[in-house]
C-alpha cells in the first residue's frame, strides 16, 4: 500500500504507511501540489533520494534566520514547551534531539533513527510529531541525507492519522483542542508542497482564530473554565505563532491579533506575588516559571502594549518587590468586569503590596480568590445555605451582575440570584483600593417568609491560622506577620450582647451566620488588613435609620458605623425601597447602599451610592 498523500474532499488524505517500500520508491508515490518548491516533486518523481534531500535542505536553509536568532529561538521554544510527563519517554527523547548540544551529524542522526525505531509501532503523539517538525525547521544544517530523508519520511507517516480527516472543534472544549490544532497547522505547513496542504491550513487558521473568539469576551476576558490552564494555552498559541514567523506564514488578522493582546493584558492582571489567581494549588510552585513563560508569550505574539507588563512579569519572576513600579511603564487597566465572561477583577493596582478580589459567577455558587497585601486570604466556592420557615431552599439559578462601579479609591461589583419561591440573595463585593480593606454584604430576602437562617462560608488559605477576640465578635486571620481583621458589623460587637449570628472558623472555612424573625436580613462582613491599623482599636455599632419621624427597623434599612483607630466608615442599605429619602447619622439618602466615610472633619464623604433598581 502506498504512503500517497492526496486532496480528498478538499483535505490531505493519506493511506496507511507501507515501511515495506524503500526511499526511492515511497518518493515517487507521494503526490506534489503544482506550485511545489521548485524541482522538488520533478525529483521525487524521479526517485532521486539525494535531490530530492538537496532541494527540501536548500528550501529549509532559505529561512531567514543568522545563527544568534536560531539561538534564541530554541531558547524561547524550550520556555514554552509543554511539561513532559515522567513516564513518557519517548517525548523526553525527542526533546533532547531539539534542544540538546548534539552537533555531529553523526550523533543526530542515530539518534533519530533511534527514535523512529522506537515508535514505529506505536501511536505518536502531539508533542512528538511536534518536536520532529521543529527539528526540520531549526536543525537542518545538522541533518545527514540519510536523517532528512527518514525524519521526513516519518513526520509524513506519523501524521497522517491527523491529516486524514476534517479537522473539527468543538466550541465547548476549544482551547483544550490547541494541541492538536497546533500539530495539524505544522504538518499543514511543514509539509505544504503536498496536495491540499494548503487548504487544510485555511481550515485549521480558521479553527484556530474560532477557538480564540469562542472562549474570550470582545476585551479579552477569557471564561472561567479556561483560566487554570490559561498559560498553557497562550504558550500553545505562542508556539504556534513562532512556527508561522519562522515559515513566513501569517497565523493571525488584525482583529484576533487585538483579541489575543487583551486577552494578555486580562491574564497578566490575574497575576500576583508567587500566584495566578484560580490557577489552581499544584501550580503555585510553578508560579515564577509561569511568569517567565508569560513573558516569552509576550515576544512570540508581537505585543504592542509597551514594555510594562514585561517589566512587571520580569519583577514576579525574579520575585523582587514590585513597590517601584515607574509611571512611564505604560501598564493597561488592573482591573475589569466582563457580563459575558462572567469574571471580575477587583484589584488595587499594579504595585505592590496588592490586594486583589477575583469573582467568578457562571454557576449557582460564586468563587473568589482573594489577595491581602500579596498574600491569598481565600480561594474557592463563596458557599451559602438558606432556610426559609425551617426548610433548606436550594438554587441552581445563575448569578448576574447587576451593577459594576470602579474608581482610583474603590471598585464595587452588586450580584443577584433569584431562587424559587420568590427568594432572592443579593451580594456586593466592595475592594477599597487604598484602604486594604474588603467589604461582604449579603442580603437575603423571602416573600412572606416568617424567618430566615442564612449560612455563607469561604475557604481559608491554609496559611492562616484563625484567632477569635474573647471579650467581643471581632475574628483575626494570621499568616506571615500578616494580620486581616475580621468585623461582622450587622451583628452586635460585644458578646455579652445577644447577637442573632457569629463568624467562626470552621474546617478550613470562615462561616458567617445570621437568622431573622422576618422575610428580610442583611449581612456585612469588613475584611481590614492596613498594617497601621492591625492592633488600633475598633468599634462598630449598628446606627437608628429613621424616614419621616419614624425609626426603622434593621429589617427595612440597615445602617452602621464602624471605626478602625482614626479611620471611620458609614455603611447603609436599604432592603425595603424608601417612599422618601431615610436619615441615617445626620445623612438623607434614597439610594439602595450608600458606603461612606468620614473626613477628619466628621463630615460623610461617599464612596459607593447605588441606586434602587
Not at 99 to 122: C, M, P, Q, T, W
Not at 368 to 393: C, M, N, S, T, Y
Request: glycine share 6%.
Amino acid at each position: 500500500m502506498s504512503a500517497t498523500l492526496e486532496s480528498s474532499n478538499g483535505y490531505v488524505a493519506a493511506s496507511a504507511s507501507a515501511f515495506e517500500l524503500n526511499d526511492s520508491e515511497w518518493l515517487q508515490s507521494i503526490s506534489f501540489r503544482s506550485g511545489a518548491t521548485a524541482g522538488l516533486g520533478s525529483a521525487a518523481k524521479r526517485g532521486d533520494v539525494e535531490e530530492f534531500a538537496r532541494i527540501m535542505r536548500d528550501d529549509l536553509l532559505s529561512i531567514s534566520m543568522k545563527k544568534r536568532e536560531r539561538k534564541e529561538l530554541r531558547k524561547d521554544l524550550k520556555t514554552l514547551w509543554p511539561s513532559v510527563s515522567s513516564n513518557d519517554e519517548n517525548e523526553d527523547a525527542w526533546e533532547q534531539i531539539l534542544f540538546g548540544e548534539l552537533k555531529r551529524k553523526s550523533e543526530v542522526a542515530a539518534a533519530i533513527h533511534s527514535r523512529i525505531a522506537e515508535n514505529l509501532d506505536s501511536d505518536t503523539n502531539f508533542q512528538s510529531l511536534c518536536s520532529a517538525v521543529w527539528i526540520l525547521s531549526l536543525k537542518v544544517d545538522v541533518l545527514s541525507t540519510d536523517a532528512l530523508i527518514d525524519l521526513w519520511r516519518w513526520v509524513v507517516q506519523q501524521g497522517q492519522s491527523w491529516l486524514e480527516n476534517k479537522p473539527e472543534v468543538d466550541p465547548d472544549q476549544a482551547l483544550s483542542q490547541l494541541p492538536f490544532l497546533e500539530t495539524v497547522f505544522m504538518l499543514a505547513v511543514s509539509l505544504r508542497d503536498l496536495k491540499g496542504a494548503r487548504k487544510l491550513q485555511k481550515e485549521v487558521v480558521g479553527l484556530v482564530r474560532m477557538c480564540i473568539d469562542e472562549t474570550s469576551d470582545n476585551d479579552g476576558t477569557p471564561q472561567p473554565q479556561w483560566i487554570p490552564g490559561i498559560v498553557d494555552s497562550l504558550s500553545c498559541l505562542a508556539r504556534m505563532s513562532l512556527f508561522a514567523r519562522v515559515h513566513g506564514e501569517r497565523l493571525w488578522n488584525e482583529s484576533i491579533r487585538t483579541r489575543l493582546h487583551s486577552l494578555l493584558e486580562r491574564v497578566v492582571s490575574l497575576c500576583t506575588p508567587n500566584r495566578i489567581a484560580f490557577s489552581g494549588a499544584e501550580r503555585e510552585g510553578d508560579a515564577c516559571e509561569d511568569f517567565t513563560r508569560l513573558r516569552t508569550v509576550l515576544s512570540a505574539l508581537d505585543y504592542q502594549g509597551g514594555e510594562g507588563l514585561d517589566r512587571y512579569l520580569k519583577g514576579l519572576a525574579s520575585g523582587k518587590s514590585l513597590s517601584a513600579i515607574r509611571s512611564e511603564w505604560e501598564l493597561p487597566e488592573e482591573t475589569f468586569q466582563s457580563d459575558w465572561a462572567m469574571v471580575a477583577n477587583l484589584r488595587s493596582s499594579w504595585k505592590s503590596p496588592i490586594d486583589q478580589c477575583v469573582v467568578i459567577h457562571d454557576s449557582s455558587t460564586l468563587s473568589l480568590d482573594v489577595v491581602a497585601a500579596d498574600i491569598p486570604i481565600f480561594r474557592g466556592k463563596w458557599e451559602a445555605e438558606l432556610q426559609v420557615d425551617g426548610q433548606l431552599i436550594e438554587s441552581d439559578a445563575q448569578w448576574t451582575c447587576s451593577c459594576w462601579f470602579e474608581d482610583a479609591e474603590v471598585d464595587f461589583m452588586e450580584l443577584v440570584q433569584e431562587g424559587p419561591d420568590g427568594t432572592k440573595i443579593m451580594r456586593q463585593v466592595i475592594l477599597l483600593r487604598q484602604d486594604h480593606q474588603l467589604i461582604l454584604n449579603q442580603s437575603v430576602q423571602a416573600a412572606e417568609a416568617k424567618s430566615l437562617a442564612f449560612r455563607s462560608s469561604l475557604p481559608i488559605a491554609s496559611s492562616y491560622e484563625v484567632e477569635a477576640d474573647s471579650a467581643t465578635r471581632e475574628v483575626a486571620l494570621l499568616a506571615e506577620g500578616q494580620r486581616i481583621r475580621v468585623l461582622p458589623i450587622s451583628i452586635h460587637q460585644e458578646r455579652t450582647q445577644k447577637a442573632p449570628g457569629f463568624v467562626v472558623e470552621e474546617e478550613g472555612k470562615l462561616v458567617m451566620e445570621q437568622s431573622s424573625e422576618s422575610p428580610r436580613l442583611f449581612v456585612s462582613t469588613v475584611f481590614d488588613w492596613a498594617p497601621k491599623r492591625h492592633f488600633r482599636p475598633v468599634e462598630w455599632n449598628q446606627l437608628t435609620v429613621v424616614q419621616d419621624g419614624k425609626i426603622e427597623s434593621q429589617l427595612e434599612a440597615f445602617g452602621a458605623r464602624f471605626r478602625v483607630g482614626r479611620n471611620q466608615w458609614l455603611m447603609y442599605h436599604s432592603l425595603v425601597p424608601p417612599t422618601i429619602p431615610r436619615t441615617v447619622l445626620g445623612m438623607h439618602t434614597s439610594y439602595e447602599t450608600s458606603f461612606s466615610r468620614f473626613t477628619s472633619k466628621g463630615e460623610i464623604d461617599p464612596i459607593v451610592e447605588v441606586e434602587i433598581d
